[in-house]
């Protein structure tokens, strides 16, 4: 009962959020920074910010996070950062031997007004930047926007700085995958392949989020997009842009500056979004489906047709990122469940254009966006009128515990579970791997509740 003092009137807020759906915008930053290949992320700001920021990507991907910070102090505060990050791009170049430094602001500095192209620029001059070596910048105050935007920012940045148009075009395909696992994208690489397109994939965090253990240290793991590969997305014949908050930004960038046409899609979570990836994909590269995605979708639609009557009108609640929401939101309601509460603390427009027709077939069906979109307000609702299961990230097991509703954790930050930086969500596997965890915690409910006359072997 530690959330026992939620009341359940809910009044109207203006100036008050409890609990946010959200969290802030250098996360989402650091996060894509480290989807390029030797790339060291660098919070320009106080100690303070880089860690919390480094701790809670370690919590949720168990991997050590490395991060620079720019360290700074009253002075740094009162007088600017410039003199700490020319100092910090030495240092870092010296020691730790980055290909790129990707630097991100934080309150603090942005409040100052630090510009930092400016400071760039200087390091440069002044040779503290060692030839073939980068330092790109991604602006991320955490007062507007969220983690997500932090993280749209920082991908829009690797296309500003170095993405080229030589007009000759290559026969690939871009995909900015959006703010999804190592492990979707992994999944998403591989349906790419065996479609039989090549592709450029941007930022890419696994096998540096789900690095194995080999016994010798790597400062910074195997994989990420290589700067050639960057470059090499303004020759693509089409950007592939999943998830409308986290990678349209950069793919719009990317059609004005090098003339790549953008496709707008949903991450593809579940049956019709995987369809539509894997419909435009074919249709972009103009190569046939083959026969083995189709068997994979035919194995989820098995699953889906055999065990459809226990999700049949479950009232579901969900908390999270726009982007995710929207395709999740999309199964459910394909399988037969009822997205009820859906909140999520990120701005932008597209969900709240987008979750109308979504949620058409489900007319109680509430749903909310901005800074008073939290999870109070979810408890809430869920005292008024009960869920059978809650989607959400970690912070919702405290809601879920008081009001006794199975957590089927998703999104970010999951710090209490493991799996899902090696299991994908995405694709029609990912979809697989979603009613596993969807049937089983409804089913270990019912058993866990069952009376002992109806408490049954099979099911
Ligand atoms: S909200 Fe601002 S001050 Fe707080 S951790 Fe995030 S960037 Fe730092």
Same mark, same amino acid.
Do not use: W
């Given at each position: 009962m530690l959330l026992r003092h939620t009341p359940k009137e809910v009044k109207e807020r203006e100036a008050? +959020? &409890?609990?946010?759906? /959200?969290?802030?915008?250098?996360?989402?930053?650091?996060?894509?920074?480290?989807?390029?290949?030797?790339?060291?992320?660098?919070?320009?700001?106080? @100690?303070?910010?880089?860690?919390?920021?480094?701790?809670?990507?370690?919590?949720?991907?168990?991997?050590?996070?490395?991060?620079?910070?720019?360290?700074?102090?009253?002075?740094?505060a009162v007088f600017g950062g410039q003199a700490n990050l020319l100092a910090a791009v030495e240092n870092i170049f010296a020691l730790y031997k980055p290909d790129v430094i990707a630097v991100h602001t934080t309150c603090l500095s942005e409040t100052i007004g630090d510009d930092i192209p400016q400071i760039v620029s200087k390091a440069v001059e002044e040779g503290k930047v060692p030839p073939g070596k980068f330092v790109i910048h991604a602006n991320t105050p955490s007062y507007i926007g969220s983690h997500v935007t932090g993280f749209a920012n920082m991908v829009k940045g690797m296309v500003k700085y170095f993405s080229v148009r030589t007009g000759v075009k290559d026969n690939q395909v871009n995909i900015i995958p959006g703010w999804v696992e190592p492990s979707d994208m992994r999944e998403i690489k591989r349906l790419t392949a065996e479609m039989g397109v090549k592709s450029i994939?941007?930022?890419?965090?696994?096998?540096?989020?789900?690095?194995?253990? +080999?016994?010798?240290?790597?400062?910074?793991?195997?994989?990420? *997009?290589?700067? $050639?590969?960057?470059?090499?997305?303004?020759?693509?014949?089409?950007?592939?842009? %999943?998830?409308?908050?986290?990678? *349209?930004?950069?793919?719009?960038?990317?059609?004005? !500056?090098? /003339?790549? !046409?953008?496709?707008?899609? $949903?991450?593809?979570?579940?049956? !019709?979004?995987?369809?539509?990836? &894997? /419909?435009?994909?074919?249709? *972009? %590269?103009?190569?046939? *489906?083959?026969?083995?995605?189709?068997?994979?979708?035919?194995?989820?639609? $098995?699953?889906?047709? $055999?065990?459809? @009557?226990?999700?049949?009108? /479950?009232?579901?609640?969900?908390?999270?990122?726009?982007?995710?929401? &929207?395709?999740?939101?999309?199964?459910?309601?394909?399988?037969?469940?009822r997205p009820v509460y859906v909140v999520t603390g990120t701005p932008g427009k597209y969900f709240a254009a987008r979750m109308p027709e979504v949620l058409k077939d489900i007319p109680e069906a509430k749903f909310r966006q901005g800074p008073q979109a939290d999870m109070f307000l979810v408890h809430q609702w869920i005292k008024n009128e009960p869920v059978d299961l809650l989607i959400g990230n970690t912070w919702g097991k405290y809601i879920a515990r008081d009001e006794n509703v199975p957590l089927i954790r998703f999104g970010f930050p999951i710090m209490d579970r493991v799996g899902h930086s090696y299991f994908p969500n995405v694709g029609y596997t990912g979809a697989i791997r979603l009613i596993e965890k969807l049937l089983n915690a409804i089913l270990d409910k019912r058993d866990r509740e069952a009376p002992e006359e109806k408490f049954e072997l099979m099911f």
């Open positions: 008050l +959020t &409890i609990n946010p759906a /959200k969290t802030c915008q250098p996360i989402g930053a650091m996060y894509a920074a480290l989807g390029i290949h030797n790339c060291l992320p660098h919070s320009h700001g106080s @100690q303070g910010c880089c860690s919390y920021h480094r701790s809670m990507l370690t919590r949720h991907y168990k991997e050590p996070v490395m991060a620079t910070t720019s360290s700074f102090t009253e002075g740094s994939m941007f930022p890419d965090t696994s096998e540096i989020m789900d690095s194995p253990q +080999t016994g010798k240290f790597e400062m910074y793991g195997k994989g990420g *997009v290589t700067i $050639d590969e960057l470059r090499a997305s303004g020759d693509s014949i089409a950007t592939l842009a %999943m998830g409308h908050e986290a990678s *349209v930004p950069a793919g719009e960038l990317l059609d004005s !500056k090098c /003339k790549v !046409k953008l496709y707008e899609l $949903d991450v593809p979570i579940g049956l !019709k979004a995987t369809d539509r990836f &894997i /419909k435009t994909l074919s249709d *972009v %590269m103009n190569v046939p *489906v083959p026969e083995s995605i189709e068997r994979e979708r035919g194995r989820l639609v $098995d699953i889906l047709t $055999d065990n459809e @009557q226990y999700f049949y009108n /479950k009232r579901v609640a969900l908390y999270g990122d726009p982007d995710q929401l &929207i395709p999740m939101c999309e199964f459910l309601v394909d399988i037969g469940m």
